[in-house]
C-alpha cells in the first residue's frame, strides 16, 4: 500500500509564505492523482488543489488561485504546495491524499470518497 506524509507546516503572518510537502511510498507519480484538502475544526474538509502526476494537470479552488501552486518532484516521489500571500483564512490542517488511476477533474477532485490514501495532517497557522 502506498503511505503519505504531509509535512512543512508551521506559523506565519498574513502575507507570508510556506512550502508544505507530500511524500509518498514508492513511485507512484506516474499513475496517480494527487490532492491537497485542509480542515478547520467544525468545518467540513475543503479541497485546494488536484495534481495529475501522469500529464501534470493541476487544479485549483477558487479561494487559493493565484496564490497556491503545485509542483511534483519525480525523482524525491514528492509533491509540494507552495502557499504565498497567506491569509488568516487559510489557517487550518493541511492533509495529501492519492488516488489511483483517474486524472484529476473539476468534476470531483473534491470528492473525499474519490482518494484511496492519505496522509496525516501538517498544522498551517497565519496570524493578522
Known amino acids: 500500500d502506498v503511505q503519505l506524509q504531509a509535512s512543512g507546516g508551521g506559523s506565519v503572518q498574513a502575507g507570508g509564505s510556506l512550502r508544505l510537502s507530500c511524500t509518498a511510498s514508492?513511485?507512484?507519480?506516474?499513475?496517480?492523482?494527487i490532492a491537497w484538502f485542509r480542515q478547520v475544526p467544525g468545518k467540513e474538509r475543503e479541497a485546494v488543489s488536484c495534481?495529475?502526476?501522469?500529464?501534470?494537470?493541476?487544479y485549483y479552488a477558487d479561494s487559493v488561485k493565484g496564490r497556491f501552486t503545485v509542483s511534483m518532484n519525480n525523482a524525491k516521489n514528492a509533491v509540494y504546495l507552495q502557499m504565498n500571500s497567506l491569509k488568516p483564512g487559510d489557517t487550518a490542517v493541511y492533509s495529501c491524499?492519492?488516488?489511483?488511476?483517474?486524472?484529476?477533474?473539476?468534476?470531483?477532485?473534491?470528492?473525499?470518497?474519490?482518494?484511496?490514501?492519505w496522509g496525516q495532517g501538517t498544522q498551517v497557522t497565519v496570524s493578522s
Open positions: 491524499a492519492a488516488d489511483y488511476g483517474r486524472p484529476c477533474s473539476p468534476d470531483y477532485y473534491y470528492d473525499v470518497d474519490r482518494y484511496d490514501y
Open positions: 514508492g513511485k507512484i507519480f506516474d499513475h496517480y492523482a
Open positions: 495534481l495529475t502526476t501522469r500529464d501534470d494537470t493541476p
